[in-house]
């Protein structure tokens, strides 16, 4: 029913800047949050941040406090994740998600977008 594209991956320097976008289509009965995850090579999915559609009430995980900032255009059904301050540790594939109310996860799922961070 919901379809999410991310966009905005790319290759970065250690220190430099990306902004990654996630656009949804299609309804949901009632959205909670979105978020991004992540899942670097050899390791599992991590939490990133996310954003409760509603209020704006974010979350981020610790590693990326001060330098990644997620926020959303309600009117464009779209979330962002700008990252500044970028560390070779934060190469990864990212996704985004998309989270119902009464679901205890991350329902939909993009297909990803590479980012690499080089030192």
């Known amino acids: 029913q919901v379809q999410l594209v991310e966009s905005g991956g790319g290759l970065a320097q250690a220190g430099g800047s990306l902004r990654l976008s996630c656009a949804a289509s299609?309804?949901?009965?009632?959205?909670?949050?979105m978020g991004w995850f992540r899942q670097a090579p050899g390791k599992g999915r991590e939490f990133v941040a996310a954003i409760r559609w509603s209020g704006g009430t974010t979350y981020r995980a610790e590693s990326v406090k001060g330098r990644f900032t997620i926020s959303r255009d309600n009117a464009k059904n779209t979330v962002y994740l700008q990252m500044n301050s970028l560390k070779p540790e934060d190469t990864a594939i990212y996704y985004c998600a998309e989270r119902g109310t009464a679901s205890q996860e991350y329902d939909y799922w993009g297909q990803g977008t590479q980012v690499t961070v080089s030192s």
């Open positions: 299609g309804l949901t009965f009632s959205r909670y949050a």
